[in-house]
């Protein structure tokens, strides 16, 4: 799922795109795409587009009377400029929006379909679209540590909680806490002032540079299919089972659950120590090796 580094991209050339441009049509090609009902979608059309924004991990056009659409690309969905006009792409089309200069389209390469379109009134109704978590590079320190102690939970956890910060999901939260030297599995609780301050640290400086090369990658021009994506050559842990990190050498390690996973270098934040791997240590039993020196 597009995270705050992924999204903003996105955000910053819709503003170059749309905003001060008129909706002239909305086009429709999948039923399923539309969640809401009040408004309809076809008072949109006419209204001019006021602004573009982040909302968490959706993208919000921002119209007259109040209005404001809420996009949600969750993991397939992705934005296309294309000319004016141009139809929803075959089977992963979801909706064209036409504007004077050029049409937007939704698309989603998954037969799940669950990109989804909203569209509300005042601001009200625009905040039950957010969890309610705190921008990790608006708030200060204090801010930040209040929201990640007040409940107790692996630190893993609170980062993608949406309820605690706003726009971090799991690829991001596994660079960060590599950056922070910080176990996954640590209790909220148990972090010392240091350490949460290393944390609020880490998470803005791996937010801000991923988000400026995002930037900078995709600066005149849309992504294309693979470009965003959880698993990039630059990152230091996520999606890099095996591979050594980058500190100090040693591969980094996994924790596998459901169909994701949490990556994690065991020397620089774990003192060592791997983590258990429930699926795998319940298998090897005894033989599961508990340190990195053991697996070698």
Known sequence: MPELPDVEPYVALLRECIA???????????????????????????????????????????????????VHLMIAGRFRWQKR????????????????????????????????LHLVRGAEALAAHHAGGIEPLECDLAAFTHALVRESRTVKRALTDPRVFSGIGNAYSDEILHAARLSPVKQTGKLTADEIARLLDATRDVLVRWTAQLRADFADRFPGPGDVTAFRPDFAVHGRHGEPCPVCGKPVQRIRYADSET?????????????????????LHDSYARTIDDDE
């Not at 001060?20 to 999948?30: D, T």
């Not at 929803?88 to 669950?114: H, M, V």
């Not at 990556?263 to 298998?283: F, I, P, T, W």
């Open 20 to 70: 001060g441009q008129p909706l002239e049509a909305v086009r429709l090609r999948s039923p399923f795409v539309l969640r809401s009902v009040d408004p309809p979608i076809s008072s949109a059309v006419g209204k001019t587009v006021r602004g573009v924004r982040r909302l968490g991990k959706r993208v919000v056009l921002d119209l007259d009377d109040e209005l404001h659409l809420v």
């Open 263 to 283: 990556n994690y270098c065991a020397v620089c934040q774990n003192g060592g120590r791997r983590l258990a791997d429930r699926a795998l240590s319940r298998l």
């Open 85 to 116: 006009g141009l139809k929803p792409a075959g089977k992963i089309g979801l909706a064209a929006f036409d504007f004077p200069n050029g049409t937007l389209l939704l698309t989603e390469a998954s037969p799940k379909k669950r990109a989804s």
